[in-house]
């Protein structure tokens, strides 16, 4: 007898369940109606528009997912499908910009389909996002007018304004930084800055940071990219919450460097609140080290040409500030050795005097460069106490005034007291500078004024040095706080100096974390305008 094979018997499977699959799907499905009422909505499309099933479920698809301003088109698309007609989006596979519930557009690619059911006809949207696809697109033309920008401008100041122009503009982002790091200070320089036009910036807009304050100083301090998804919550950076109060969302900085060197940061900052993004990361990356590259090749270039600059100033500071006391004291001392006898007391005196006075010259001189050399290695220290800077100017201010023999006019603008945790000593080396210069680039009869008052809160303190002299001509304004440089107005009418003062003055106040600028006002002289905190770093 033949033995019989039993064939196996199939797995009892049957076909899995729609709703599982939808569940599970990547894709966002939503399915509507012919009144554009939604009857399903799955976790994928909660994540892509924003909305839960429950908020979504029964309301307009159009009010869900549709712009604003498209909507009419819209009702009138579904019209035409709810009629039997094909319009213009059925069976096809389109790109087209969806309405998250935050209120800001979302680029998809999307299909709709329509299927008979029993109470009716219903229509099945599959939709993706496709942000970081379009972002790796318009990053190759970012890319390209980055380089073209490199390659054409012709100082990294222009290079620097020409990449943050190309990532706002074409990537869309409201706000663009690059900062670098100034060795020589140790602070962070904004470099340039894009912001998209009609958006005001406000207390947003700074300048210099600390390193390790804000989300450019975070970036330099760790050398590593930092994302801020929500700047609303990020309450431990006032510079976060003043990007709130003006509207941006998110924040995004990776370092400039080239090896372990930083140079400083690239920063954007988007309207929406949004989750960290390796495509995204990684593209700013990569533009970043070839920034980085570009600006550490352009650096070496500009230091050359500056450090023979410098020569040149230098050695024509010397030749002037040096030659000229020492010839004054050589010759006067000669001339008391040959004469002495037939000298008068008076005459005596006069020329002991003059020596005197060339050599306190070459002391301050001295003394100058020695003190730049300390505070630029940080070797100067910087030691804060309560302090009143009322009272710091006030001595400075009585200092000054008897030796005022040009009939000018001093006016103090200033309140009781003034509370800061500041160096005094250091700051008196300030009001000291600022006055000295004041009245020896201020003709007979001019005008000083001396100000100071709190910020807009207790948390700052404004000071001003303002004088009717002879002014700095704007073409030369940026040079002023480079060490050795000398306005033409002050060369031209032959007035001594050695051109470290102001550079001494800002490398105090920013010690400090305060800044010091050259204001632009009407009429003759100059204004300069110091801000300093009240308060030590570790207090809010």
Excluded at 503 to 514: L, P
Aim: glycine residues 8%; negative net charge; contains cysteine.
């Amino acid at each position: 007898m033949a033995a019989s094979l039993e064939q196996p018997s199939a797995p009892e499977t049957g076909p899995p369940n729609q709703s599982a699959v939808l569940a599970c799907a990547l894709e966002a499905y939503v399915a509507f109606d012919t009144s554009g009422r939604v009857l399903d909505w799955n976790p994928a499309a909660e994540t892509t528009f924003g909305y839960t099933r429950a908020q979504a479920y029964g309301r307009s698809v159009e009010e869900l997912i549709v712009r604003p301003v498209a909507r009419t088109a819209a009702r009138a698309e579904l019209a035409a499908l709810a009629a039997g007609r094909p319009g213009r989006a059925l069976d096809q596979r389109l790109q087209w910009s969806a309405w998250h519930a935050d209120g800001h557009e979302i680029p998809t690619e999307m299909t709709l389909t329509a299927t008979d059911e029993p109470g009716g006809r219903v229509f099945h949207v599959f939709a993706h996002d496709i942000t970081t696809a379009q972002r790796a697109g318009r990053f190759t033309a970012v890319e390209a007018a980055v380089a073209r920008g490199l390659a054409e401008a012709d100082s990294s100041t222009a290079a620097a304004a020409r990449v943050v122009e190309a990532l706002g503009v074409k990537m869309g982002w409201p706000v663009t930084e690059m900062w670098v790091v100034d060795e020589a200070r140790q602070l962070l320089t904004c470099a340039a800055r894009h912001v998209e036009p009609g958006r005001r910036l406000h207390s947003f807009d700074v300048d210099v940071l600390e390193i390790g304050v804000a989300l450019p100083g975070r970036v330099c301090a760790d050398g590593a990219a930092h994302w801020i998804p929500d700047l609303g919550t990020d309450t431990g950076s006032v510079r976060s919450r003043a990007a709130a109060r003006i509207g941006l969302r998110v924040a995004v900085g990776v370092p400039l460097s080239t090896g372990q060197h930083v140079l400083g940061a690239l920063c954007v900052y988007g309207d929406r609140v949004e989750d960290p993004e390796d495509v995204l990361l990684g593209l700013l990356s990569g533009l970043a080290a070839q920034i980085g590259q570009y600006v550490e090749r352009r650096r070496a270039e500009e230091l050359t040409i500056e450090l023979a600059r410098t020569k040149d100033e230098f050695l024509a500071m010397v030749t002037h500030e040096l030659r000229n006391p020492l010839a004054a004291i050589t010759g006067t001392a000669g001339l008391l050795a040959d004469d002495l006898d037939d000298l008068t007391r008076d005459e005596q005196r006069h020329y002991l005097r003059l020596i005197t006075r060339n050599a306190e010259r070459l002391s301050i001189m001295a003394e100058d460069l020695l003190d730049l050399a300390r505070l630029e290695s940080g070797h100067l220290a910087i030691d804060p106490v309560p302090t009143d800077l009322c009272a710091v100017i006030r001595q400075a201010v009585e200092a000054v005034t008897p030796d005022n023999d040009k009939n000018q006019t001093i006016t103090v603008r200033l309140p009781e007291r003034l509370l800061l945790h500041a160096d005094p000593n250091r700051l008196r080396q300030v009001a000291d500078n600022l006055l000295s210069n004041a009245i020896k680039y201020t003709p007979a009869n001019g005008t000083i004024t001396v100000a100071a008052t709190t910020g807009d809160t207790d948390q700052t303190i404004i000071w001003t040095v303002a004088d009717t002299g002879i002014g700095v001509p704007p073409a030369e304004r940026p040079r002023l706080f480079r060490r050795f440089y000398r306005a033409s107005t002050a060369l031209d009418r032959r007035i001594p100096g050695t051109g470290l003062g102001l550079v001494i003055a800002r490398t105090i106040i920013e010690r400090h974390r305060g800044t010091i600028t050259l204001t632009d006002h009407d009429g003759p002289g100059t204004t300069f305008t110091i801000e300093l905190p009240t308060k030590p770093p570790d207090e809010k």
